[in-house]
């Protein structure tokens, strides 16, 4: 079991490892949603002008998803049965260390 666990946790820092955090919103679930930078990749499929988004809560449960923007709000297209969601951009907090580097939302 614990060989399954370190293998689930390696693999999982191997997929974020590269990806930088843009912007964060708190969730309803006590964790939060965070916006990357990594091309967003799914089943093979390379989604252009769509970067990487993932979730998750204090339960421990994740989500991965594609993300962009559509005038005022971040779209997220969830891998999972959660859909389409639409959350408005004012209330995602902005990584000081992404903005300082000169790379805007």
Do not use: Q
């Amino acid at each position: 079991m614990r060989k399954i666990l370190i293998g689930a946790l390696l693999a999982l820092t191997t997929t974020l490892v590269n990806a930088e955090t843009i912007a964060s919103l708190n969730n309803k679930g006590g964790g939060k949603i965070v916006l990357t930078d990594k091309p967003c990749v799914h089943k093979g499929v390379n989604h252009d002008k769509l970067n990487f988004v993932y979730n998750y809560g204090t339960s421990g449960y994740s989500s991965e998803g594609c993300w962009g923007i559509e005038g005022e709000v971040v779209v997220v297209v969830w891998f999972d049965s959660e859909g389409t969601m639409r959350y408005p951009l004012v209330n995602f907090t902005i990584n000081p260390n992404y903005k300082s580097k000169n790379r805007s939302m």
